[in-house]
């Protein structure tokens, strides 16, 4: 148990959560970029984090039937909070946002740096698309820091475009 099942905090104490954090607090999402330790006082501004999933699955990746018994508990979080952006980390993310407000997987596909408009949550609300931040992406150089950078950048500028 390390990263978020050891502490209770999505992406915290693991590499995806030290960029995911550190870009959160460079687009003035986040009071810091530490994500080490659930008693940090880091405070997401304007900004929350949560999982498509809320087990910890085999291996970290998700099989399509606990994200689709997990999904009523996201459905139910996007009503609550009714966000004008939502940032999907991966295809297993987009696709459970999707299946969260009733929408075919194939309206709207996955593709890093994508955007796509969601009337369900709200008028003018998006749902951004980046590969997920994990070690593997990064090293790999699939997602560099500088490409995250650019989808959160684009989210802020649209939701400070939006007020």
Do not use: W
Request: glycine share 8%; proline share 6%; with cysteine.
């Amino acid at each position: 148990m390390h990263g978020a099942n050891r502490t209770g905090r999505p992406f915290t104490g693991d590499h995806a959560g030290i960029l995911l954090y550190r870009t959160l607090y460079g687009q003035g999402f986040a009071s810091h970029e530490g994500s080490g330790d659930p008693d940090d006082g880091l405070e997401l501004i304007e900004c929350r984090v949560t999982n498509a999933v809320k087990c910890l699955p085999p291996e970290n990746k998700p099989l399509p039937d606990e994200v689709r018994r997990c999904n009523r508990y996201l459905a139910q979080e996007i009503a609550a909070v009714r966000p004008r952006a939502i940032l999907a980390l991966g295809v297993v993310a987009h696709r459970a946002v999707l299946m969260a407000l009733g929408l075919a997987p194939g309206e709207r596909r996955f593709a890093h740096h994508a955007v796509h408009e969601l009337p369900q949550v709200q008028l003018g609300a998006r749902l951004f698309d980046s590969y997920h931040c994990s070690r593997y992406n990064t090293q790999t150089k699939r997602l560099t820091e500088h490409m995250f950078q650019a989808v959160v950048r684009d989210i802020a500028t649209f939701l400070r475009g939006s007020r």
